[in-house]
């Protein structure tokens, strides 16, 4: 069972990168999926989660409108969509896949984790 992440790195202020979160061992679609991130010195912090349906998202205020979470069952993989990058969001980013359909819960509920992605917000 594995969750990987991939597509971070290194943009300018106002540019926008896509995070990749491949699963394997596990089915994405069937559960919750949420992305958080840590900066330097700081608590990791929920960014967004969406339900097994997608219908169901939630962001953290200081994403709204700027990040969006979505998925792909066929290649068994998550996303994160992320523009107008702030220095702000530089941190490193984990995907991971909750124990319940849909909801907000904390990172207790999350089953499984990947080893994370950084993402620096640097002109």
């Known amino acids: 069972v594995r969750l990987a992440e991939s597509g971070g790195g290194l943009v300018q202020p106002g540019g926008s990168l896509t995070l990749s979160c491949v699963a394997s061992?596990?089915?994405?679609?069937?559960?919750?999926i949420g992305w958080f991130r840590q900066a330097p010195g700081k608590e990791r912090e929920r960014v967004g989660c969406?339900?097994?349906?997608?219908?169901?998202?939630y962001y953290a205020a200081s994403v709204r409108d700027r990040f969006t979470i979505s998925r792909d069952n066929v290649k068994n993989t998550a996303y994160l969509q992320m523009n107008n990058l702030k220095p702000e969001d530089t941190a490193v980013y984990f995907c991971?896949?909750?124990?319940?359909?849909?909801?907000?819960?904390?990172?207790?509920?999350?089953?499984?984790w990947g080893q994370g992605t950084q993402v620096t917000v640097s002109s």
């Open positions: 991971a896949q909750s124990k319940h359909y849909s909801g907000i819960y904390s990172e207790d509920e999350y089953d499984y």
């Open positions: 061992g596990l089915t994405l679609e069937y559960y919750a």
């Open positions: 969406v339900g097994n349906s997608d219908g169901d998202a």
